[in-house]
C-alpha cells in the first residue's frame, strides 16, 4: 500500500497547506488504529497522518508525534498528565450539564471515561457550532493542565478542562479525556510511532525513481532502524524530529549523538539462574563479573559548561535529590576531563565504615530539595561505565575500551566515589568465589557482562544478553525477583478489617497495552506494613476496573489506577485457569507465581516499567526447561 505514495496520500483528508493540524484528522487516525490490532496497519494508517503533517504543516510535527506517545515533552523535563478520575468526573458533569450522579453511573457501566465525556457531550444540545480545535490548541491547554499548581489548582484545572470539553465534537472528547488520564488505549506503543514517523520521511525523500518491492521493503526498514537506533542515543523529539525535517534521514546518526544533558534509556541484564548458565551463554568469550551494588541506578552527565545533572532508570532528574553527590564528584574528575556521561549506582553506605548498607537506606532520603548539608544518609557513587568523554560518544567501544577510559579519568576517593568492584576469572569456582564475596560485602550478586568485540557494545534501553545477573537469591526460587503492579486488593479479615488484608498483583504487557494478573499476594505482611500500603493505596481506588486491565477470574473488593509497583520473589511459576499474564505466550492458560513474598516498593519504577509479559514467558519456558534438563539427569538420559 506504500509503495505507491501517490495513492496512498490521495486516500486521505488533507487540510489547507500551512494551516495548523485539525485536532478532528489525529482523532480520525486514533478511531482508525483502534479498529485494528495488527501492528503493520496501525504502522500504515499512522504513517499517512505523519506524511500528511510533513507535507502540509511540518513545523507542527513535533506537537503530533507527543500527542501520539500522550507526553508533553522529553522524560526528564518531568510534565506529566494523569489527572485523577474525580476531577475528570467534575469536569465532565460540569462542562455538559450532567449530574456527578449519572456519571459516575455510566462510568460503571463503561468502565471507560472516555467514552463517558463522548456520550455526555454528544447528547447535549449545542447552540452553534464551535471553533474546530487544532492539535496545536489542544497540545496547549494539556500543557497548561499539567502546569497548573498552588491554591485551587483543583478548579484551574477543572476551568481550562471544561473549555476543551466544550469546544470538543464527535470522537473528540473521547481522546481528550483519555490523553488527560494519561493513556490513549489505543495499542500504540511508542516505537511503533518511531517507525510511523521514519516511514513517513522515506516517502517524503523518495523521489521518483523505480525500485524493486524488496528494495522499498529495505528502505522502510532500514528508515526505521536508523529513528530507533538514534532515538534510542538521544531521547528527545526536540531534538530528533527537527534534525529528520531539516535534513531527513541521510547522515541523521552523525546530526543526532548522545548529548550530555539528555540521559539515555539505560541497558539493562536477563536474569540467570546459575553459574552454569552463565558459563554456556559466554562460552569462549572474553566476559567480565561485576558487583551489582544494591543502590539506585544513577547517569551523571557533565555538559561542557561544568553542569551536572544525575538521572534515575527512568530519566527522571535526580539533581536534586543528591546534591551531595554532585558535590563529591568534581573532586574524583581528573584534569583533561571535560564533559562525560558515567553509568553507575548510588549507594547508601555508613558513615564511619563505608560498609554498604541496603537499597532500604537510601530510599529513606527525600526525593526533592535536599540540601548537602542535612543529608542524613550518606551516598557513594560506585562507577561500571563511561558512555561518553570530552564530546565523544563511546557507546560503540567495547567494554574493555570503556573500562580503561573510566579508570583513567576518574580517581576513586573513599567513601564517595568507586569503580565497581570487578574480577575477569571465568572458571566456576572463580565465579563462585567473587559472587561470595560480594554477598558478603553487602551486594545482590553480580553482574556478568561481554568484555570485548562488539558484542559489548553499550545498548541503549535494551534488556541484553550480553549482561546477565545473577543474584544470591536466584539460585532459589524463580531465577529473579518480578516488578508487580498493585491493581487491586481484598479487605482484610478479623483485626485486619480496616485495611487491605491481601492484593491482587499484575506485569504488564506493553504491545496490548495492558496489565495481565499474575498472582494474589497476602501473607508475610506486618500489622504496620499494611497499614502503609492502604494508607498509599487508598486514594488510587476506583469504582470500576479501568479496561487496561485483564482480570481473568480474578475477582479483588476493590480495583485500583495501576501506580504503585512491588518487588516480588516466588517459590515458582505454574499455569493457571485464573490469572492472564503471559496468556498465549506459554500456553492458552496464564501463568501465576506460586508463593509470592513482598521485598520492597520499587518506586523508581513506573506501572509500565513493570516486569513485562514476555519476561513472564520467558521465565516460565526457562523453569521447564531447567525441570525437563533436571529430570533427564535424574533418570540418567
Ligand atoms: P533489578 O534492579 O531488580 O535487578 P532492574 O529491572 O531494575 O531490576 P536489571 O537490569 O534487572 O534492572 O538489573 C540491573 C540493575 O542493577 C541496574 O539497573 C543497576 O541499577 C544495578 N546495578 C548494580 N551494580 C551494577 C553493575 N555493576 N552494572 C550494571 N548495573 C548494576
Redesign the pocket.
Known amino acids: 500500500e506504500l509503495a505507491d505514495t501517490d495513492a496512498f496520500v490521495a486516500k486521505q483528508k488533507p487540510w489547507p497547506a500551512g494551516h495548523p493540524v485539525p485536532y478532528a484528522s489525529l482523532v480520525s487516525t486514533f478511531t482508525l488504529i483502534e479498529t485494528t490490532s495488527k501492528r503493520n496497519e496501525i504502522t500504515t494508517h499512522l504513517t499517512a497522518f505523519f506524511l500528511m503533517v510533513i507535507r502540509l504543516s511540518p513545523q507542527e510535527l513535533l506537537k503530533t508525534v507527543y500527542m501520539c506517545i500522550n507526553r508533553l515533552c522529553p522524560d526528564y523535563v518531568g510534565l506529566e498528565l494523569g489527572i485523577g478520575e474525580s476531577i475528570l468526573e467534575k469536569a465532565i458533569a460540569e462542562s455538559t450539564g450532567r449530574s456527578l450522579a449519572k456519571i459516575k453511573t455510566d462510568l460503571r457501566k463503561e468502565g471507560d471515561l472516555g467514552l463517558v465525556a463522548m456520550m455526555s457531550r454528544n447528547t447535549q444540545p449545542t447552540m452553534f457550532k464551535p471553533k474546530a480545535l487544532t492539535v496545536s490548541s489542544v497540545f496547549a491547554k494539556l500543557t497548561e493542565i499539567a502546569q497548573v499548581a498552588g491554591n485551587a489548582s483543583q478548579a484551574k484545572k477543572i476551568g481550562i478542562i471544561n473549555s476543551l470539553l466544550a469546544a470538543s465534537v464527535d470522537m473528540e472528547p473521547k481522546f481528550i479525556i483519555r490523553s488527560l488520564e494519561g493513556k490513549l488505549r489505543i495499542r500504540l506503543a511508542e516505537r511503533t510511532v518511531l517507525v510511523a514517523v521514519a516511514w513517513a520521511m522515506v516517502l517524503r525523500d523518495r523521489g521518483s525513481k523505480k525500485r524493486s518491492k524488496e528494495q522499498f521493503t529495505k528502505e522502510l526498514e532500514d528508515g526505521a532502524n536508523i529513528v530507533k537506533s538514534v532515538y534510542s542515543e538521544l531521547p528527545s523529539y526536540d531534538r530528533v524530529i527537527p534534525a529528520l525535517l531539516d535534513g531527513g534521514l541521510a547522515g541523521l546518526k552523525e546530526r543526532c549523538k548522545l548529548t550530555p544533558g539528555i540521559p539515555l534509556k ?1 541497558m ?2 536477563k ?1 540467570t539462574k546459575a553459574i552454569g548458565e552463565v558459563l554456556d551463554r559466554f562460552e569462549g568469550r572474553k566476559f567480565t563479573c ?8 544513577a547517569q551523571v552527565h557533565r555538559s561542557d559548561d561544568g553542569t551536572v545533572k544525575i538521572f534515575s ?1 527512568n530519566s527522571e532528574d535526580m539533581s536534586v535529590k543528591y546534591p551531595d553527590l554532585i558535590e563529591q564528584l568534581h573532586k574524583c574528575v581528573k584534569e583533561g576531563t571535560s564533559s562525560f556521561v558515567l ?1 553507575a ?1 548510588a549507594v547508601a553506605i555508613e558513615r564511619d565504615t563505608a560498609r554498604l548498607l541496603p537499597f532500604q537506606e537510601l530510599s529513606r532520603r527525600k526525593r526533592k530539595d535536599v540540601k548537602a548539608e542535612d543529608v542524613q544518609v550518606k551516598v557513594c557513587l ?1 562507577a ?2 563511561l558512555l561518553y568523554l570530552n564530546g565523544e560518544p563511546l557507546l560503540h567501544k567495547d567494554l574493555a575500551s570503556r573500562r580503561q577510559l573510566l579508570r583513567r579519568h576518574f580517581q576513586p576517593i573513599a567513601g564517595e566515589f568507586s569503580f ?1 568492584e570487578s574480577s575477569d576469572g571465568s572458571s566456576t569456582e572463580e565465579i563462585q568465589s567473587f559472587l561470595d564475596e560480594s554477598v558478603k560485602d553487602g ?2 550478586g553480580l ?1 556478568v ?1 561481554m568484555l570485548e568485540s562488539d558484542a559489548s557494545f553499550y545498548e541503549p534501553s535494551r ?1 541484553s544478553v550480553n ?1 546477565l ?1 545473577l ?1 544470591k537469591d536466584y539460585l532459589s526460587g524463580v531465577g ?2 518480578l ?1 508487580l503492579v498493585v491493581v487491586g486488593a481484598y479487605h482484610g479479615h478479623g483485626k485486619r478489617t480496616a485495611v487491605y488484608g491481601a492484593f491482587l498483583l499484575a506485569c504488564y504487557d506493553s504491545d496490548a497495552e495492558q496489565f495481565q494478573t499474575i498472582c494474589k499476594i497476602g501473607t508475610g505482611f506486618s500489622d504496620e506494613a499494611l497499614q502503609q500500603h492502604y494508607h498509599i493505596l487508598k486514594d488510587s481506588e476506583v469504582e470500576v476496573m479501568r479496561s487496561d486491565i485483564a482480570p481473568g477470574q480474578a475477582k479483588p473488593d476493590v480495583w485500583f489506577t495501576p501506580k504503585v509497583v512491588w ?1 516480588v520473589l516466588a517459590a515458582d511459576l505454574s499455569l493457571s485457569p485464573v490469572y492472564t499474564a503471559a496468556q498465549g505466550a506459554v500456553e492458552e492458560r496464564g501463568v501465576s507465581l506460586r508463593f509470592p513474598r513482598f521485598i520492597r516498593v ?1 518506586d ?2 513506573t506501572p509500565e ?1 513493570a516486569t513485562s509479559s514476555a519476561q513472564v514467558a520467558e521465565m516460565y519456558e526457562r523453569q521447564a526447561l531447567a525441570q525437563s534438563k533436571g529430570s533427564k539427569k535424574r533418570r540418567g538420559d
Open positions: 539505560p539493562l541484564a536474569p561485576e558487583y551489582k551494588y544494591d543502590g539506585e541506578r532508570r553509568d549506582e560506585f561500571f561505565d565497581a551486594c545482590e553482574m557482562k534488556r549482561w545477573k543474584k529473579d525477583s516488578d518487588e520499587r523508581d519504577k516499567d
